[in-house]
């Protein structure tokens, strides 16, 4: 008896919240958003710009997942193959996921949008995607590859800044110059430049070999470092000959990884770096004090790289259309680059209270916006991640005393095998 | 039998209690074989079938025959990893077997503070491996490690100055494998101690009354009591030395110029590297077939041990 009195008092509620819910939820839509790499401060902001998306746009849920770097695109490659692909992801691999059947060409979205919006956004990216992939993705992350200096040790050695462009032959003086025995026992204090030796070597190689004319692959996404067999030894010398003024000298630098360096930096035993935007927060946890001394100047062999969000082959595309102008709108892509520590894509921020006044942030800007500087391979070649290493091992190999001749033979030849498989 | 039956039904018509408690016990291990099933036993099919077959990025998975297998055939790196495994395999478990011997005979010997030293010898077994690693990392570091300060600032050799201990070809590997002994010797150093203080003290004083001096005692009286210790611990420790990665990944990656590589760094920069899982499962395969053949051995092993005994 009790039961059913409790049934009954029951199926008002019941039928109300079926009522309520059942039409609210056919209007409902949830979008899938992965991010692979992104560190906490940075995946932070982004779930804030979506809560902000979610409160202005009701009824589209945005469901984020911020994977690990080493798992991602094995991640979104099952995802591919089992028919999962999220409506929205974040990559600078275009080529890769095109072949697998899982982009959309979302020159129509492009079109939708405000012309100004589009002309504001770092063009470099967008050229090369029209004459590849098409505009699979829209920009949301740069990144400028430059050299960090430490301002007092300049000072010190009684060296100008220099104010243009420097070239490579201009760093390797300036590092002959920085290099110096500090309290006069014999042996060097402080180096001129921090050179990683072994893993992520690839992006100080890169910078050099892009400058001397070389090139991963084409605009078909076809590996052709075959052909700057030349430009790939050049590289190589280079790394070998700045290793003079890295401390430890090239044995040394061959251990020496991408955390080892910026801890070099930290201590001021290395005068400058090869980096991005992202090392100033490093350093303010490393050594505050040394982060207020660091300075990034202008390079004339700097590259640049770009992170995009993709708009896959989703039903819900007017939804994603709509986070995708939401989150490009100015004081957004700010916020979430600050938080990454990548430089926003679009010329039109510099008055913005987060970029006015920081020199550092001007000079990357600067560095990103330039027009003669290489754009990072990733944004088209397939493989690249699974490439890099046989740079790493070249690198290696001639900082051990190899031959710059032999290491660039092996290299190509493991590269050209790898790709072709 | 069917007389017996039917001169005693009651026999046949009442289950045995043995066989009810083993069906009672079968029926609480099934659950456990269930998820050992579905978590190691359909994994190894699986990765045998994608061996197998083609897996391009995002793409459809094809049949690809013996191709990976030929593949990997004419890889230099399957080689290198081999090559480093076995002997991974043979330092990391002789140097383990031979300290944990030393050092149980030094605990057994009657030292002071027995207790405390066994209980600081636990310490690097029960720190988990990331932790231990990251110790390490620091102490083998060039430019900041204790070691090359001991060595170059202290004992004033200046080669070591600067020295990447796991960042340089010549010395990565060995790095690792000294921080591997250093990680599984006090678990062996237990099991042997254990394994020492079982051998009948009377042994020992028969031994010395008929004139064996130390050396005739440890050949005849320490090891073949150590004996069944000793094949066990050296089987297990083959297997699970065989399957080496968290450290090597922690410390090395697998570098300097694959220096350090073994068939489990390989098998994960194949899978999550470069992203080749057909390759990864292919290499995988060949591992399975060569741990297959050491557990053959192991369990033939303890049949033997058990006639023995």
Known sequence: MLKRRTMFAALPLIGALALGSVPAMADDVTLRLWSGGFNKEGQRTLREVISEFEAENPGIEIEYTAWAWDKYRAQLSTAATLGEVPDMWIDGLMMVWQDAGITADNADLYAQMPPETVAAFAQAPIDVMEKSTGLVSFPLMGIAWTIAYNKELFAERGIKVPTEPISLEQLMELSEELTFDRNDDGRNDVYGYGLIGARLSSHFFNMIFYKRGGEWVDLEGNLIIDQYRDQFIEALVYMRDIAEFTPGGATAAVGRAYEGTRALFAQERVAMIADVGEVGSVLLDLSPAVAEKMGFLRVDFGFNSFDGLLVGKTEHRDEAFEFVKFYTEPDRLVRINDSLGSITPRNDVADHPMIAGNENLATLAEQLADPTASLHPGLLLSPYGALRPAIWDAVAEVLLGGDPGEAADKAIATMTAQFAQ | ?309
């Open chain 2, 1 to 309: 039998m069917a007389d017996i039956a039917q001169a005693h039904p009651t026999v046949q018509a009442r289950p045995s209690r043995v066989g009810q408690e083993t069906r009672f016990a079968q029926a609480l291990l099934a659950p456990a074989a269930v998820i050992v099933f579905i978590v190691m036993i359909l994994p190894i099919f699986a990765n045998i079938y994608i061996s197998f077959q083609s897996t391009p990025w995002g793409g459809e998975w094809s049949f690809a025959g013996t191709k990976n297998f030929e593949v990997l055939a004419n890889e230099p790196l399957l080689y290198i990893g081999f090559t480093n495994t076995l002997i991974w395999i043979v330092v990391v478990t002789t140097g383990t077997i031979v300290l944990s011997f030393f050092t149980a005979a030094l605990l057994d010997s009657g030292i002071k503070g027995k207790q405390f030293i066994v209980f600081l010898l636990l310490v690097p077994w029960v720190l988990p491996i990331p932790v231990s690693a990251v110790g390490w990392v620091w102490i083998y570091n060039g430019d900041f490690g204790i070691l090359n300060y001991v060595l170059a600032d202290v004992l004033g050799i200046e080669s070591a100055y600067g020295w990447a201990w796991t960042g340089h070809p010549d010395t990565a590997f060995t790095s690792v494998m000294i921080t591997e002994i250093w990680r599984k010797f006090p678990f062996y150093t237990i099991v042997t101690l254990a394994a020492l203080q079982t051998i009948p003290k009377t042994l020992y004083e028969a031994a010395e009354m008929d004139g064996a001096g130390p050396v005739a005692r440890f050949f005849h009286v320490t090891l073949p009591g150590l004996k069944p210790v000793f094949v066990i611990v050296i089987l297990l420790n083959l297997i699970w030395t065989f399957q080496a990665f968290p450290m090597i990944y922690l410390l090395t990656g697998g570098g300097p110029l694959n220096s350090s590589q073994v068939m489990g760094t390989l098998i994960y920069y194949l899978s999550f590297g470069s992203l080749k899982f057909d390759l990864a499962a292919a290499m995988g395969t060949v591992t399975i077939g060569l741990l297959l053949v050491i557990t053959v051995i192991y369990i033939q092993f303890q049949k033997i041990m058990a006639r023995q005994r």
